[in-house]
């Protein structure tokens, strides 16, 4: 699970610059990630519109949880749910890759590599080798380090007091200051 997380760091880093593509590739595709789709979704779109309703991170997170300060939330949202934040990420790694399978089903997205099967591999994997119960517990206990640490680092950076500082978005000179 760390190390994953570590590659997912990694790949998140590399997608952003397009000399080490290759490395992106390698590790974010073969966790579960779409190197492809991370390019497109986080850096042509969510890193040019940080914290605004055109950042597809902005909702990435609700119902469960909201980051749009200006949002009202409902009982569930702003009593119980910051509090189970952790156990909800647990589930991030499987949530992203559930919508990159669905963009593919649905024709958006591209059969570009056959990474996309090494995910549901690792799993039938585990399980196939230690047993039901086994491996699906190591599974989740992997998969979850991997969302818990990525995932709360995202949040975490995005959702900031500093981020949230219009008038200071609004003065900068670049998107790379706004953020």
């Not at 190591?138 to 995005?158: D, G, Q, R």
């Not at 007091?161 to 706004?178: K, L, P, S, Y």
Request: aromatic share 14%; with cysteine.
């Amino acid at each position: 699970g760390l190390i994953s997380a570590l590659l997912g760091a990694f790949g998140h880093n590399w997608v952003h610059q397009p000399q080490y593509r290759y490395w992106s590739y390698l590790s974010l595709d073969t966790i579960g990630f779409s190197s492809t789709g991370w390019f497109r979704e986080h850096v042509l779109q969510h890193h040019m519109y940080t914290n605004t309703p055109w950042d597809n991170h902005f909702r990435g997170t609700e119902p469960f949880l909201v980051c749009d300060p200006t949002a009202r939330r409902s009982y569930l949202q702003s009593t119980i749910t910051p509090y189970i934040n952790p156990l909800i990420l647990t589930f991030g790694l499987y949530g992203n890759y559930l919508a990159h399978l669905l963009d593919l089903l649905k024709g958006r997205e591209e059969w570009a590599r056959p990474t996309k099967v090494l995910l549901p591999l690792n799993i039938v994997l585990m399980l196939s080798r230690w047993g039901l119960l086994r491996g699906a517990l190591l599974t989740y206990t992997w998969t979850a380090v991997l969302s818990v640490w990525y995932f709360s680092l995202a949040l975490m950076n995005h959702n900031a007091e500093h981020c949230m500082d219009v008038d200071a978005r609004n003065g900068a000179t670049d998107f790379g200051e706004a953020q």
